[in-house]
């Protein structure tokens, strides 16, 4: 399976080959599978090529990030081939750049190939040194690639806890409680209480009501959890990327 990929603004176009062992693979997966590949040789149909276009198209963005210290590009998928075809994206007498990647799914073993011709990235030649491979992240483009996973998560739901106390109690206490029962806890009323999201402690909160419900008033974070910077940063610097308690 072959597509081409172009790079705006830079000029001509790219390859990338998935073979075809492993290009099933994805189809089975996609479509309910264990993501196991077929043995006999046989033409795509139709969905499955719209499936691995897919595909193709969703690592367009990993890819952009990828190049994000090198250049502001822009990838998209202009055509795919299956079959023998040969795709011309460069004269047989230009220097191509060929990168053979080894992918793994599940028990499957296979490749995927990725050809650059020189006439593509010599307009941004200058940038392709050593430091700017593996120089960090602006602050910016921190930001920008946070706000997308951070906006996904907004609608996950999470389990949230406020633990108003605990006592120890014998079991002849248990078997003998009764409706009206009393249970002293082990905690004063104006003390913190530990707040748990997933079981861990984040921080610490007051009881409080609220329009005639519970609720706690957070204090102040666990003495052990420290938020990530780059997430405070970006939660703080975009307004639909913010937390709701």
């Known amino acids: 399976m072959v597509s081409v990929v172009s790079l705006e603004p830079l000029p001509g176009a790219i390859i990338w080959e998935i073979a075809e062992e492993i290009s099933f693979s994805f189809v089975d997966r996609l479509l309910g599978g264990e993501g196991t590949t077929i043995i006999e040789t046989r033409e795509f149909s139709e ?3 719209a499936l691995i276009k897919g595909v193709v198209r969703n690592g367009l963005g990993s890819y952009r990030d990828a190049w994000s210290n090198i250049a502001d ?4 998928l202009e055509e795919t081939y299956v079959g023998p075809q040969y795709v011309l994206i460069a004269l047989a007498t230009d220097t191509v750049m060929v990168a053979v990647f080894e992918i793994r799914m599940n028990k499957e073993t296979s490749t ?4 650059i011709p020189y006439s593509v990235i010599e307009p941004i030649i200058g ?4 430091r700017a491979l593996f120089a960090p992240n602006r602050h910016e483009e921190r930001g920008t690639n946070l706000t997308a996973p951070i906006n996904s998560l907004q609608n996950v739901r999470v389990g949230f806890s406020a633990i108003l106390g605990s006592v120890q109690l014998g ?3 248990i078997v003998g409680l009764r409706t009206s029962n009393v249970i002293v ?3 004063k009323r104006d003390k913190l209480i ?3 999201v997933s079981g861990e402690q984040k921080c610490t909160a007051r009881p409080r009501t609220s329009r005639k419900h519970y609720a706690v008033k957070i204090e102040e974070a666990a003495k052990d959890y420290e938020a990530p910077q780059d997430l405070i940063e970006a939660i703080m610097n975009d307004e639909t990327a913010a937390v709701n308690w």
């Open 47 to 49: 969905i499955e090529i």
């Open 73 to 76: 590009i822009d990838p998209a």
């Open 112 to 115: 995927m190939t990725m050809c």
């Open 127 to 130: 940038n392709l040194s050593t």
């Open 171 to 173: 079991v002849s206490d």
């Open 185 to 187: 806890l082990d905690s």
């Open 194 to 196: 530990p707040i748990f």
